[in-house]
């Protein structure tokens, strides 16, 4: 039989396991940088862009799980974000992000878009300068969580209950005038997510990556 991968990736390879996908374009150096103890990625393209965007992402696979990573990253300016994201497609996702204030320091945000439409969520938690957080996803059948940690007091939470059903297929269905227009059928994944929206060339380390599954109750 085949071993179960290791629960956490600390990117020791020098490219992605066979668990990580990218999206619409190949995990080639040009934007990913796996290196010891860290993985590099280049920004890209806004969370609805088509064509570049710099996800690196893993497949759902239970109802219950969780995944978590530690980010290091010095946005300059709002254009510059990176962070954990649950995901479905470009019109369907949850982000929990780092960015940059107008006046260049770090806030920690939350945004998801359902059917297109972006909502920004309260509140913006500032963060110091320079210093990694710890940012967490948990899935729990038809809701997600989200929290961090900045190693000042041990984990909290932004207090964002996120409805996961967005993230399903039959939810990513959209029918106009009566007719399916977009079809969903690329199931959920959680990622880590970077943009780079002034093209400055901006990058995000992320230390590590865990995901775990937890059995149902009733199963």
């Not at 990736?9 to 374009?25: E, I, V």
């Not at 780079?196 to 230390?207: E, I, Q, T």
Request: charged letters at 25%; a negative charge.
């Amino acid at each position: 039989p085949v071993p179960e991968p290791p629960a956490t990736d600390r990117f020791d390879a020098p490219a992605l396991g066979p668990d990580w996908s990218t999206l619409r374009r190949p995990a080639d150096p040009e934007w990913i940088d796996p290196a010891p103890g860290r993985l590099r990625i280049r920004g890209g393209q806004s969370p609805v862009g088509r064509r570049t965007p710099s996800l690196v992402a893993r497949r759902v696979t239970a109802r219950r799980c969780s995944f978590e990573t530690e980010l290091t990253f010095a946005p300059r300016t709002p254009d510059h974000m990176a962070g954990l994201t649950a995901y479905y497609n470009t019109r369907n996702w949850h982000y929990l992000y780092v960015t940059a204030e107008d006046d260049g320091y770090p806030v920690l945000k939350a945004l998801s878009c359902e059917a297109g439409k972006l909502i920004a969520h309260p509140p913006r938690i500032p963060l110091v300068p320079g210093r990694p957080v710890v940012l967490r996803a948990e899935l729990d059948g038809p809701e997600l969580r989200f929290s961090y940690d900045t190693g000042r007091g041990g984990p909290r939470t932004p207090g964002l209950r996120l409805d996961a059903t967005v993230l399903s297929d039959e939810h990513a269905d959209e029918f106009h005038d009566g007719q399916l227009r977009v079809l969903g059928f690329t199931g959920a994944m959680l990622g880590l997510w970077v943009q780079d929206l002034d093209g400055s060339g901006v990058y995000a380390d992320f230390a590590h990556a865990t995901y775990r599954t937890t059995p149902d109750d009733d199963a």
